[in-house]
Every structure is written in C-alpha cells, then in structure tokens.
T-cell receptor, first 112, second 111 residues
C-alpha cells in the first residue's frame, strides 16, 4: 500500500520569507502526486499535480510553485510568502490509473 | 467555481442513529465519486467510493447512494458511533484522476 510522508508538520513563517514543504511517497512507483490546500472553513483546493518527474501542472494562479525532482518526491515552494498563503497543506498520491488518493498527515503553515 | 457542493457544514446525531450526509455536483462528466473522512490536524482518509455505473455501494456501516439524474450523492452511516465524529469530504473525478472536493461536513456524534 502507498504511504505519504510530508514535513514539516507545523511551520510559522514571516511574510516575505521563503517556503519549502517536502513530500515523499512509499509503496508505489510512478505515482500521480498532488498538493492540496485547506483554508480555514473551506474544502480542499487542488494546487498542483504531477504525473511524472519534472511534469507539473498548476490548477490556480498563485504565489506558490511545485517541483518533482525524483519519482517519489514532490516539493511545494514559495520565494516570498503572503499572509494569504496560510493554511493546511496536504500532499497526496495515487497509483497510476487509480482514482483513490492517499494523503499525508498535512503541514500547517501560518504566515505572520 | 465549486463543482462539488456540500451545503450542510455540520451535522449532529445521537449515537446509534443514522447519519446522512449529502453532496451535489454540477459537472455531468464526473464518473467517480468518493467520500473521505478527516480528523483535526490529520490528512483525509479514504472511506468509500462509487462509480457512475452504480447507484449504491455498501461497506459495513457505510453506504453511498448516487442519483445521477439529480447529480446528487449521499453517505449513510448506520449506526453512528462516537469515533465517526470527523469532517467528511465528498469528492468527484472524471478520467484525469484530479479530485474536486466539497467544503466538508462536520459530523458530531452525541453519546
């Protein structure tokens, strides 16, 4: 079965500072990988997805970027954080051809 | 544009009774639907799913019903237990395995 690891679990950053959230996947090769964000009181919004190394699709224009340097590694970044970037970020993955996503435990980002 | 809607933000139910969670969608191309359960400060976990070729899928205490003509699905939990207290997300996809999620319904099971 697939396991998603993401870190850090909690992060407090000042406005204008950089961000790097990391995610790694165990138990499957060539997974589809996703970054979602849950803002306070809202559902899960898809930010980025990747079907392979170096292949990133962005769902919404924003202050964030994603990269996939290895098959099982997915990174969410920002050069300069905004207050509106605060939220709960979730990395998820699915085996190629599967509809069910497995989620990591999430990373709580607070931008002050 | 929210393609998956959960119009009830919260639901309170007594232990042992049935919990019914509702979800509506607007995209008629969706062909696979899922429910996820989420505890605070944790990632969502997959609960149950249904393909558009079916109208019902059952797994233990959980049953999902799909009404394609109404673009509506529901999750029934019976009997409800205290451990069912969580946020439940409805999700839908079409071919490309990108899930669109609803805003979630917080279920509280009272003893």
């Amino acid at each position: 079965s697939q396991t998603i690891h993401q870190w850090p679990a909690t992060l407090v950053q000042p406005v204008g500072s950089p961000l790097s959230l990391e995610c790694t996947v165990e138990g499957t090769s060539n997974p589809n990988l996703y970054w979602y964000r849950q803002a306070a009181g809202r559902g899960l919004q898809l930010l980025f997805y990747s079907v392979g190394i170096g292949q990133i699709s962005s769902e919404v224009p924003q202050n964030l970027s994603a990269s996939r340097p290895q098959d099982r590694q997915f990174i969410l970044s920002s050069k300069k954080l905004l207050l509106s970037d605060s939220g709960f970020y979730l990395c998820s993955g699915s085996s190629s051809g599967a509809n069910v996503l497995t989620f990591g435990a999430g990373s709580r980002l607070t931008v002050l | 544009d929210q393609q998956v809607k959960q119009n009830s933000p919260s639901l309170s139910v007594q232990e042992g009774r049935i919990s019914i969670l509702n979800c509506d969608y607007t995209n008629s191309m969706f062909d696979y639907f899922l429910w996820y359960k989420k505890y605070p400060a944790e990632g969502p976990t997959f609960l149950i799913s249904i393909s558009s070729i079916k109208d019902k899928n059952e797994d233990g205490r959980f049953t999902v019903f799909l009404n394609k003509s109404a673009k509506h699905l529901s999750l029934h939990i019976v009997p409800s237990q205290p451990g069912d207290s969580a946020v439940y997300f409805c999700a839908a996809s079409h071919n490309d395995y990108k899930l669109s999620f609803g805003a979630g319904t917080t279920v509280t099971v009272r003893a």
